[in-house]
């Protein structure tokens, strides 16, 4: 699965991309705020999950600005099913590209990628300490569920607070409301 925004080219990581994917994540501000990712991050590591199994349905993709030439690597972003069976987004961006609203411009695209899949919602969740990433979810559309939980951090080695989101798509709301009829 592929997409492109204005801006940017949504693709699945391929093996050649593990050096460009340990670059952008040697950075410990990153890995610190995603709950999955060790730090230090190695070139091993990034090669251990660009050959990670993935879900058929569910995409995982590398985010690359658009330039000229050829694209930079600025970040990730993909959908995943909780043990719940809930589809969470996650993603990250590089430091040397925050404040562009390039992870916002990236995840909107992942919504409607939901969207088309029917999904009935998807999950999100920040750091509590992570007020940039909740911006994000805010301006897509994510309302607070009501719940602060402990997750872990793999880079920090601790749980963290982690303010729990959703965001409810279209084909959900319309379901609702011809139940309402």
């Given at each position: 699965?592929?997409?492109?925004?204005?801006?940017l080219?949504l693709?699945?990581?391929?093996?050649?991309?593990?050096?460009?994917?340990?670059?952008?994540?040697?950075?410990?501000?990153?890995?610190?705020?995603?709950?999955?990712?060790?730090?230090?991050?190695?070139l091993?590591?990034?090669?251990?999950?660009?050959?990670?199994?993935?879900?058929?349905?569910?995409?995982?993709?590398?985010?690359?600005?658009?330039t000229?030439?050829?694209?930079?690597?600025?970040?990730s972003?993909?959908?995943?099913?909780?043990?719940?069976?809930?589809?969470?987004?996650?993603?990250?961006i590089?430091?040397?590209?925050?404040?562009?609203?390039?992870?916002?411009?990236?995840?909107?695209?992942?919504?409607?990628?939901?969207?088309?899949?029917?999904?009935?919602?998807?999950?999100?969740?920040?750091f509590?300490?992570?007020?940039?990433?909740?911006?994000?979810?805010?301006?897509?559309?994510?309302?607070?569920?009501?719940?602060?939980?402990?997750?872990?951090?793999c880079?920090?080695?601790?749980e963290?607070?982690?303010?729990?989101?959703?965001v409810?798509?279209?084909?959900?709301?319309?379901?609702?409301?011809?139940?309402?009829?």
């Open positions: 699965m592929f997409a492109r925004t204005p801006r080219l693709r699945p990581g391929f093996p050649e991309d593990a050096p460009a994917l340990a670059a952008a994540m040697a950075d410990r501000a990153i890995a610190r705020n995603l709950a999955v990712v060790p730090w230090p991050y190695t091993r590591d990034a090669e251990a999950f660009l050959a990670s199994p993935r879900d058929p349905v569910l995409p995982s993709l590398l985010i690359f600005e658009r000229g030439g050829a694209p930079h690597l600025v970040g972003c993909g959908l995943g099913r909780r043990p719940s069976g809930a589809v969470e987004m996650g993603y990250w590089a430091r040397p590209f925050w404040g562009r609203g390039l992870a916002t411009e990236a995840c909107g695209a992942l919504v409607e990628i939901a969207r088309a899949l029917g999904l009935a919602s998807v999950e999100g969740s920040h509590v300490d992570n007020p940039a990433s909740a911006r994000v979810l805010e301006k897509l559309g994510f309302e607070p569920r009501g719940v602060i939980a402990p997750r872990m951090s880079a920090r080695g601790e963290v607070p982690a303010r729990l989101m959703r409810r798509l279209k084909a959900q709301v319309e379901a609702e409301e011809a139940l309402a009829a």
